[in-house]
């Protein structure tokens, strides 16, 4: 098992959705509002001075599951630009309830 998390602009978040639920995700969690600063994006922290804020979703999938979110986050990633701040991260997953 492995987490795909996926961190991404607020305004993208129905594409996000789309492009998951076309990998064939059906469960997640979703952090809605979340503040940050990226390398490309600058500072995202929801404020007058800051303005922006971003979502985290975690999905937990099958090892052979991962290559097809990746590849649907990474032509979102593509098709919208680095500048929203479409970014995904594969990590273990030791052990589960």
Known sequence: ????????NVAVDDDVMEAVHKAGIKCYTKWPRTVGEG?????RLDS????G???VMMMIVPDEMVS???ESLKELRESIGVTEGVKAFVLNVESQL
């Open 48 to 51: 007058h001075i800051w303005p």
């Open 39 to 43: 390398q490309q994006t600058g500072p």
């Open 68 to 70: 097809s979110v990746m």
């Open 1 to 8: 098992m492995k987490m795909v998390m996926a961190v991404y």
């Open 53 to 55: 804020a971003n979502s």
